[in-house]
């Protein structure tokens, strides 16, 4: 149903909030996907020669900060590269004669695996491995048209470690090796380590960059400008990142733009220094086992003086819920998602996740609290990157689109474009954003490897030249729309209840978070 918007004129009540989703205009692609989409045709090349007719699956990264050990759990990089180089061989595979046959789906694989042996798997010991080889994938395409192929088994595994820098401002490197049956060692493929720029250093550090590895940050948002390698608060949110990290962290010591709390029953409960990985947060206390059906809501304060855009989710679940948005399954850049939005100086309870809007009312599902039991079962089906984690991310103002927002607490959105022909900011090879999934189609591996390229270069923007190997620009073609302390996981409740009136507002946000906060609040033991 369609929704009269209203003025920003109108946010006349005490907490006044929105949800807002940001319309048109695509982002810069982020450093790491201008350097993979420029350097695909080579390293397609470079797997193609060592494992020409063979089935190639690509397993989850590792990433290295600085001296620390490396590590499956930071952010979501480790799962990013994965979609990242999966997009780059289907941009630049032979489509009539594929050079090798790319398999999917091997993390969805390999938890259901994880789940049933209860063992967690993945490719860090010879008998992990062994077990990942016995398991079969999902082929990407078919070879013929509409049917989908069987599953088969991995003949090689590709995976790498990227390599971040001890002052959060570059990834110094890529590697990336394979794996192959029998053999205890991994193969070497190659190491990426270009810059954005062609210069020879490592690759430039941006602000989403840094969300995807888990820090969390806020800069002044009037330090904006620039592209990659030339953005001053992306600078000095690695700054930030870096001295926090140094330091014995304290919620104290980050000055928020949005100052985020987590309250049991009503009852605010501090967030502190997560011992276990430098830089992050951690909710504190113990939940007692008796009162596991504790109610979880937020309360989010704006402390400036600008109207900012808030996207809080639980588990990888976006809080405004009228889409189902999820972390692991973005069809448009986070940026674009469905947010809470506060005017200056406000306060708002987000009092669970709002799933309807409706003429005078909203509906709600609670967050409540599980117990031991339900809490491991629950976390061992969520993605790994999210689960048991609060993230936030904070948007500051670009331009104007027709939003929603809510009368008690309650928020949503409407869909109504006020922009739709705002001009986009970038074009080319840097729009190529190999992290975001494309827009619904038919199952990928029912169709043909030349359809699906033919989908993914209207969604990225870019082809590969067959016979030359160079990476051109097509277009200008739109592209589509589209063991902690720890209280328990929290999950949603059966019920819906009633909410307060929605009401729409203008907002658009940056394509760039001016704050990022990453608490994880429950882990199993």
């Not at 063992?119 to 008998?127: K, R, S, V």
């Not at 589209?482 to 996981?489: A, E, F, I, K, W």
Request: hydrophobic content about 35%; aromatic content about 6%; some cysteine.
């Amino acid at each position: 149903m369609k929704r009269r918007p209203c003025h920003s004129g109108s946010l006349f009540w005490a907490a006044a909030v929105a949800a807002v989703v940001a319309i048109a205009s695509p982002g810069r692609a982020d450093p790491i996907d201008a350097v993979l989409v420029q350097d695909a045709p080579a390293l397609c090349d470079l797997v193609a020669k060592k494992y020409s007719g063979k089935n190639v699956a690509v397993l989850k990264f590792q990433v290295k900060l600085g001296d620390a050990k490396e590590s499956f759990d930071v952010g979501t990089m480790g799962a990013d590269m994965v979609r990242r180089l999966e997009k780059v061989f289907l941009l630049t595979l032979d489509a009539n004669k594929p050079q090798f046959t790319l398999l999917s789906d091997t993390g969805k694989v390999i938890a259901k695996k994880s789940i049933t042996s209860k063992i967690a798997l993945d490719w860090t010991t010879t008998e992990h491995r062994k077990v990942l080889f016995d398991l079969k994938y999902k082929p990407n395409w078919s070879t013929v048209q509409s049917e989908t192929p069987k599953d088969m088994h991995a003949d090689v595994f590709l995976t790498g470690i990227v390599c971040v820098s001890a002052d959060y401002k570059e990834i110094s490197e890529i590697k990336l090796f394979a794996f192959e049956p029998g053999k205890k060692d991994s193969v070497w493929i190659t190491n990426i380590k270009m810059s954005f720029e062609g210069k020879g250093k490592g690759i430039p550090i941006d602000r989403r960059t840094l969300a995807s590895l888990g820090r969390s940050f806020s800069v002044d948002s009037r330090a904006l400008g620039g592209g990659p390698g030339l953005d001053s608060a992306a600078e000095k949110a690695a700054e930030q990142v870096a001295d926090l990290e140094k330091a014995n962290m304290k919620p104290s010591d980050f000055k928020s733009k949005v100052r985020l709390e987590v309250l049991f029953d009503g009852q605010s409960t501090p967030w502190q220094a997560d011992d276990r990985v430098k830089g992050n947060f951690k909710v504190g206390g113990r939940l007692d086992s008796a009162r596991k059906d504790q109610k979880v809501t937020f309360r989010l304060t704006n402390t400036t003086d600008e109207t900012l855009g808030v996207l809080l989710c639980v588990n990888g679940e976006n809080t405004v819920a009228l889409d189902a948005d999820k972390l692991t399954n973005p069809l448009k850049p986070r940026s674009k998602y469905r947010m809470w939005l506060l005017t200056p100086n406000r306060t708002v309870t987000v009092d669970g996740f709002l799933t309807e809007i409706k003429p005078g009312e909203s509906r709600w599902k609670d967050i409540v609290v599980l117990g031991d039991v339900d809490s491991v079962a629950q976390y061992n089906v969520l993605s790994e990157e999210h689960a048991g984690r609060i993230q936030m991310e904070v948007y500051n103002k670009m331009n104007t689109v027709t939003t929603v927002t809510p009368g008690n607490g309650g928020t949503g959105v409407d869909k109504e474009d006020a922009n739709n022909k705002k001009e986009k900011l970038n074009s080319g090879i840097d729009d190529a954003d190999l992290n975001r999934n494309e827009p619904e189609q038919p199952r990928a591996n029912s169709r043909s490897l030349g359809a699906v390229q033919s989908d993914l270069k209207l969604h990225l923007g870019v082809e590969v030249d067959p016979k030359s190997r160079s990476v051109k620009v097509v277009g200008p073609g739109d592209k589509p729309k589209t063991n902690v302390d720890s209280r328990g996981l929290f999950a949603p409740a059966k019920d819906e209840k009633s909410g307060g009136e929605v009401k729409t507002e203008p907002f658009v946000p940056n394509d760039q978070p001016v704050e990022s906060v990453a608490i994880r609040y429950y882990q199993p033991k």
